[in-house]
Nanobody
């Protein structure tokens, strides 16, 4: 059974940093494009950043460009999100997700497709 487990969330002050990690198990990690998504209370889930299976293409939503960086380590089955200069509006539950490379499209301008597997999420709270 595929398992995605996020960690690294917590409370940060505005301007601070956090690094989220996602550990993947029971899947051939380098067959999957990966993404970070977030959902704030009362809001729809949105894509934050995605990375293709070979880490050759990434997408980052405009509101976090220049502040968040996605990366992956295929040898360790790990996905990361480095978050700097955090803002109160970044407060949300953050989820990692996996979608097979042939069912997901990741380019600099888009991240879309079938993300079949999801983690339980890690809470990020940014105080002003």
């Amino acid at each position: 059974q595929v398992l995605l487990v996020e960690s690294g969330g917590g409370l940060a002050q505005a301007g601070g940093s956090l690094r989220l990690s996602c550990t993947a198990s029971e899947l051939k990690f380098d067959d999957y494009d990966m993404g970070w998504f977030r959902q704030a209370p009362g809001k729809k889930r949105e894509v934050v950043s995605c990375i293709n299976w070979a880490a050759g293409h990434t997408y980052t939503t405009r509101s976090v460009q220049g502040r968040f960086t996605i990366s992956r380590d295929n040898a360790k089955n790990m996905l990361y999100l480095e978050m700097n200069n955090l803002k109160p509006e970044d407060t949300a539950m953050y989820y990692c997700a996996a979608g097979r490379y042939n069912l997901v499209t990741v380019h600099s301008t888009t991240c879309q497709g079938d993300f079949a597997f999801w983690g339980q999420g890690t809470q990020v709270t940014v105080s002003s």
